[in-house]
């Protein structure tokens, strides 16, 4: 008789739990191409002045190409095919538009035109910051160009201590 109780109890308790699941809605399983679906819009193309002489002049020395990175990240600097005088640096998958500027010490400033970056170029390295937060978000970037810059001045000394030396003493003995 218990036996008989106990059965009856586990069918009645195994049909209401088979009742209960069919009530509770199925999960939505989410795909791959629906998590893309909620992928952030791209923000809006802005509208871009006119380059002037100024910002030509400096889009003129900025340095193109591919930059290799401390802890190998690379950044690209290419011309913006929209908006002349212009530049686009890629760092990641982000591409920044940026307004390239000639600063009093001679440094190219890829000045982003959303305000959130900033590209350093100077004669031996590149870094780009990031303006919002106040940190470099990658540094130590060269080039081929600036490589080949460097390897030429570390050489540079090294010829000048083999010729400037005999000169001054030829000097100093006069």
Known sequence: MI????TVALSLGLL???AAHAVQPAKAKTSKSAK??????????L????ADGPQNAAAALVG???????????VNVAMNPKHEGYVDVTFGKNVYTMKPVLSSTGAVRLEDVRGKTLMLQ???????MDTQ????LVDECVSEKQL????AAEGAPQQALLVDPNASKTEAKQ
């Open 64 to 74: 193109f190409g591919h930059y290799d990175c401390e802890f190998s990240q690379t």
């Open 16 to 18: 209401g739990a088979q």
């Open 133 to 136: 937060v106040g940190r470099r």
């Open 122 to 128: 100077i004669a031996y390295k590149s870094m780009l």
């Open 3 to 6: 036996r008989a109780f106990l």
């Open 47 to 50: 509208a871009l002045p006119d």
């Open 148 to 151: 080949a810059a460097k390897k």
């Open 36 to 45: 893309k679906a909620a992928a952030p819009v791209p923000e809006p193309e």
